[in-house]
């Protein structure tokens, strides 16, 4: 993480043994309790806003997907000449017999 000009403040109440695990964390990471507190709330912030990025762009996705099985745009030139190639070899191929 880059370092930045800290100028904000933030306040929290806890409880006393939730200020204890918290050292006890930051101490076992060798950082300061403001710093483990301050990095932690960063990772689960990014984690949350990642989920829901992820979300979002699947739902949108997932009606872009609908949209175009449902109303699909008709074969351009380069896809019906492709089509065509595609026939053509798989016509020259001998056929197997599938089991």
């Given at each position: 993480?880059a370092i ?5 403040r ?6 006393p043994?939730?200020?204890d ?18 990095s ?5 912030a990014?984690?949350?806003?990642e ?19 449902l ?19 798989a016509e ?8």
């Open positions: 993480m930045a000009e800290t100028t904000e933030l306040e929290a109440r806890i409880t043994d939730q200020k695990l918290f050292k006890r964390a930051a101490s076992l990471r060798g950082v300061t309790l403001t710093d483990f507190v301050v932690s709330a960063h990772e689960a990014v984690k949350t806003l989920a829901v990025h992820v979300i979002e762009f699947g739902r949108r996705d997932q009606r872009a997907f609908v949209e175009a099985l109303n699909p745009e008709p074969p351009n030139k380069r896809l019906m000449a492709a089509a065509k190639r595609h026939g053509a070899a020259s191929r001998p056929r197997t017999r599938r089991r």
